[in-house]
């Protein structure tokens, strides 16, 4: 099964995608060939669904309007609009996804990256990201491009939309039949809380993230552990093949010691990741 790729269109096309840990987060990548996905609901920012919730019902406005402002296009029957109007009034009272994600970046050298999520000492593993797809497509797992925030109607706005977010436009035409009004809500429901973990506020496009994003995992494959206060769930997602695609490793900033490099380089070599390159950071960073 191949990871579902769903991606932002974009001038430069990303090749690799990296993720930010400290020394004990890459030996556990490395051994356990798998990446730990944690439980939306501790991300960070407390306030990240809530507005990721918000997006996703002003992206499905504008797609469900689409036909009113644009004749040429078919007419949604009125027990859909109706409906439709109803579900996303809804969108509120709608409970955060069950979904676990574990986040990445296209940047490998990222200054707010190596402070947030590296402090005094770290590496960015970075993979190759048609690899990626191929290697973590279990699951039902989906390689999401984040969305930093979405712009208010303006001409243009849905066309674009068509074009980062082909698969909401995909499941939305989805509903067009006769189904009974609870099987099209509980669809509808799924569906904004696949969307949830997708957006970002605008202040953060910089990190230009993408996340692995698994929904409603099986029970027996959700674990705790403890991170400060709080016990988080998460689950784990082997790798299909015996290598991760990991192109190349980097220092984090400040550490400039030869022992460090020498000493991952030997870890790699001696798990068999021996065309994997060690690099040190290249960002001013002064502790």
């Known amino acids: 099964m191949s990871m579902k790729i769903i991606a932002a269109t974009s001038a430069k096309k990303a090749t690799h995608l990296t993720h930010y840990t400290n020394l004990q987060g890459l030996k556990g990548i490395i ?3 798998s990446l730990w996905l944690s439980h939306a609901s501790f991300l960070n920012d407390p306030a990240e669904l809530k507005h990721g919730l918000r997006q996703a019902r002003q992206v499905l406005r504008y797609l469900l ?3 009113d402002r644009d004749p040429s296009l078919p007419v949604a029957t009125e027990r859909r609009k109706i409906l439709l109007e109803r579900l996303i009034a809804e969108v509120p009272q709608i409970k955060d996804p069950n979904a676990y994600v574990t986040c990445l970046c296209e940047e490998d050298d990222l200054l707010s990256q ?3 999520y590296t402090p005094g000492e770290g590496v960015s593993i970075s993979f190759e990201i048609d690899a990626l797809r191929r290697v973590f497509g279990t699951r039902g797992a989906e390689l999401h491009q984040v969305q930093y925030g979405i712009s208010k109607p303006t001409r243009g706005i849905l066309s674009e ?5 082909p698969d909401i436009v995909g499941d ?11 099987t099209l809500s509980e669809e509808f429901r799924k569906l904004v809380q696949k969307l949830t973990p997708r957006f970002k506020v605008r ?14 995992p099986e029970r027996s494959l959700v674990e705790f552990r403890p ?14 093949e015996p290598l991760l695609p990991i192109s190349h490793i980097t220092i984090s900033p400040g550490v400039n010691d030869d022992a460090v490099a020498a000493s ?6 001696h798990h068999e990741y021996k065309k994997c390159t060690v690099r040190k950071s290249s960002t001013p960073y002064r502790k």
């Open 114 to 116: 190596w402070r947030g």
């Open 31 to 33: 051994t356990g060939r």
């Open 264 to 269: 991952l380089r030997l870890f790699l070599d």
């Open 227 to 240: 991170r400060g206060p709080i016990m988080l769930p998460y689950t784990s997602l082997e790798a299909s």
């Open 65 to 67: 309007d689409e036909s």
């Open 172 to 182: 939305l035409e989805s509903f067009i039949g006769e189904r009974s009004d609870d």
């Open 161 to 165: 939309l068509k074009k980062q977010l």
């Open 203 to 216: 202040g953060f496009q910089e990190e230009r993230e993408w996340r692995i994003v698994v929904m409603d």
